[in-house]
């Protein structure tokens, strides 16, 4: 497809459990970021690849998050030991250079 | 740092009436800004931005906003509401400092409703 794809688009998990959202970025696009919006707030950044390489993941909330993107396209943002705050739309966004971003419809997550 | 500040939360307007969404900024570099939309369960789409060139900045969608550096403002304006302006608006800004020039931040969103 054209856009940012991301997958699944709804997840439900109970409290404890790992989760692992996935986003297919524009081909070609260097850049790959993830944010966490909560409901009724902006989204806020949580980490940033250029090609493979996590450059920034200074807003990873705890070390319960991480997020590869191994052959730079690709990423996987995973959350382990899940919280009821996890819940949130995380939103992926590509470009092809730094500023301009595409975002994908996001995955909504709910803990239960 | 950098933060913006959206001064409605929500905006109700009739339709083929003028939309003003308001946002005031701060930020320690030469900033970039940005309007995106987002309607239900969708993501995020860029409407316009200001990147230091021209400061009346045309969007898509009838959109345009004004940079004013002395009042650190960029609000968005529309001359004619239509039923599907009808979502949620967020001004964003990037530093634009050298080392995170890629890391937006966005306002807490302003509600459009458009009544027929």
């Known amino acids: 497809g054209a856009g940012v794809s991301q997958s699944p688009r709804y997840k439900v998990a109970k409290r404890g459990q790992d989760v692992a959202l996935r986003c297919d970025p524009i081909?070609?696009?260097?850049?790959l970021f993830w944010y966490q919006q909560a409901l009724g707030q902006g989204p806020e950044f949580l980490t940033y690849f250029q090609n493979e390489a996590q450059l920034d993941k200074s807003g990873l909330p705890s070390d319960r998050f991480f997020a590869e993107r191994p052959e730079g396209s690709v990423s996987t943002l995973k959350i382990q030991r899940t919280q009821q705050e996890d819940s949130a739309v995380y939103l992926c966004?590509?470009?092809?250079?730094?500023?301009?971003?595409?975002f994908g419809d996001g995955t909504r997550l709910s803990i239960l | 740092a950098q933060s913006v500040t959206q001064l409605d939360s929500h905006v109700s307007v009739s339709e083929g009436t003028p939309v003003l969404l308001r946002c005031n900024y701060s930020s320690s570099y030469s900033p970039s800004l940005f309007w995106y939309v987002q309607h239900p369960n969708k993501g995020l789409q860029l409407l316009l931005k200001?990147?230091?060139?021209?400061?009346l900045v045309k969007g898509i969608n009838g959109f345009e906003a004004e940079f004013k550096k002395s009042e650190t403002s960029f609000h968005l304006t529309k001359p004619s509401a239509h039923m599907s302006d009808a979502a949620e608006y967020f001004c964003v800004v990037s530093d634009g400092g050298v080392s995170n020039d890629y890391k937006l931040s966005f306002g807490a969103g302003t509600t459009v409703t458009v009544r027929a």
């Open positions: 200001y990147t230091s060139a021209a400061t």
């Open positions: 966004a590509s470009s092809s250079g730094a500023r301009i971003k595409h």
């Open positions: 081909s070609g696009h260097v850049s």
